[in-house]
């Protein structure tokens, strides 16, 4: 499924998340990743990944874009462009579609490269059976 026709909205998508790519705070693993969102309004929000010295405060590239929207009020995600270089497509990490899950259960996930090639799937292929907020039970 790489180097699928996408959107212009799409391909919009992995623009931006290319250009903040070039943001990323990679000095440890020198994996660069790019990753913008599409929210229920329209509007784009970014992130890059930011590592640390101590490796384990490191925080990737999505969440750090979910984090952006919803602290822009934005809780409602529609889509997610991941972008990193090289010809191997992204592929975002456990704690990053959990995070994703929470804003958008049915959200769109584009994965591409620097290189041109793109995925297009779905959070729900890509976390089936997740656990969320409906798995909890009702406030008392
Ligand atoms: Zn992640």
């Known amino acids: 499924m790489s180097d699928e026709r996408l959107s212009p909205g799409d391909e919009e998508l992995v623009r931006v998340a290319s250009l903040q ?3 990323a705070y ?3 693993s020198r994996y660069k990743v790019g990753a913008a969102i599409r929210t229920k309004r329209n509007k784009i929000h970014s992130g890059a990944n930011v590592e640390n010295t101590s490796y384990g405060l490191t925080v ?3 969440r750090a874009a979910v984090f952006t929207a919803v602290n822009a009020g ?3 995600l529609d889509a997610i462009a991941i972008v990193i270089a090289g010809d191997e497509l992204p592929s975002p990490c456990g704690a990053c579609r959990q995070v994703l899950y929470e804003f958008g259960p049915a959200m769109r996930v584009i994965l591409a ?3 041109g090639k793109r995925r297009a799937t ?3 292929e890509l976390l089936p059976d997740a656990f969320g907020p409906a798995s ?3 406030a008392s």
């Open 74 to 76: 934005d809780r409602e």
């Open 136 to 138: 909890l039970p009702p």
């Open 21 to 23: 790519r070039e943001r």
């Open 60 to 62: 990737c590239a999505e």
């Open 122 to 124: 779905t959070l729900a």
């Open 26 to 28: 990679a000095p440890y």
């Open 113 to 115: 490269t620097t290189t």
